[in-house]
């Protein structure tokens, strides 16, 4: 598959599923009104609605989400919905730099603009904590380039590049290729 431009959700639907249902049974799919992410045999990793950031979010958890966790539902973790406190709102940031971090070289694979998602749209976050908390991203993310990527994280990453920087369709409708064209 080649993607001309930014790709659509149901592009990175095809690269993901392409990529890692056979070898690691896990689905991606979107559609979803909340980010849910489902153990089973294939797992499944719910992305909210058709949006392409929350489907390399949610991909970029269950790439750091070690073998434990991936047998959890949504890797064992908490869900605060929007209103959440000063604290709660901390307890978000300590967990969210590392997949944010992969999120934004996601974003890098295949020309997205990233941008730190606070997931509290409706609460004023104090600046101290919004300014830590990309500053963790940002180490995170130097982290990942000097020492590599998680094995998982790499493997999407490249296969995003591949499809993103495919110079045949460069500016023009994005198309379907076989994966042994991608693997190229």
Same mark, same amino acid.
């Given at each position: 598959?080649?993607?001309?431009?930014?790709?659509?959700?149901?592009?990175?639907?095809?690269?993901?599923? &392409?990529?890692?249902?056979?070898?690691?049974?896990?689905?991606?799919? @979107? @559609?979803?009104?909340?980010?849910?992410?489902?153990?089973?045999?294939?797992?499944?990793?719910?992305?909210? *609605?058709?949006?392409?950031?929350?489907?390399?979010?949610?991909?970029?958890?269950?790439?750091?989400?070690?073998?434990? #966790?991936?047998?959890?539902?949504?890797? @064992?973790?908490?869900?605060?919905?929007?209103? #959440? *406190?000063?604290?709660?709102? *901390?307890?978000?940031?300590?967990?969210?730099?590392?997949? &944010?971090?992969?999120?934004?070289?996601?974003?890098?694979?295949? @020309?997205?603009?990233?941008?730190?998602?606070?997931?509290?749209?409706?609460?004023?976050?104090?600046?101290?904590?919004?300014?830590?908390?990309?500053?963790?991203?940002?180490?995170?993310? &130097?982290?990942?380039? #000097?020492?590599?990527?998680?094995?998982?994280?790499?493997?999407?990453?490249? !296969?995003? #590049?591949?499809?993103?920087?495919?110079?045949?369709?460069?500016?023009?409708? *994005?198309? !379907?290729?076989?994966?042994?064209?991608?693997? &190229?």
């Amino acid at each position: 598959m080649s993607l001309a431009g930014c790709p659509e959700a149901d592009h990175l639907v095809a690269l993901f599923n &392409q990529t890692f249902l056979a070898t690691e049974s896990t689905l991606l799919e @979107g @559609g979803a009104e909340e980010p849910f992410y489902l153990p089973g045999a294939p797992a499944r990793i719910y992305f909210r *609605s058709d949006y392409p950031r929350s489907a390399l979010h949610e991909i970029a958890h269950w790439c750091v989400a070690g073998a434990r #966790r991936r047998q959890l539902a949504d890797y @064992g973790y908490w869900y605060s919905p929007e209103g #959440r *406190s000063a604290a709660g709102q *901390s307890a978000f940031f300590a967990v969210e730099a590392k997949p &944010q971090a992969l999120e934004s070289l996601f974003c890098d694979a295949c @020309g997205i603009d990233f941008a730190p998602s606070v997931d509290n749209v409706e609460c004023d976050v104090d600046s101290r904590l919004l300014t830590a908390f990309e500053q963790r991203i940002a180490h995170w993310r &130097q982290t990942y380039q #000097r020492l590599g990527l998680p094995p998982r994280a790499d493997r999407f990453a490249a !296969v995003l #590049r591949r499809a993103c920087e495919s110079t045949a369709l460069r500016g023009t409708k *994005s198309a !379907v290729f076989s994966m042994e064209q991608v693997a &190229q």
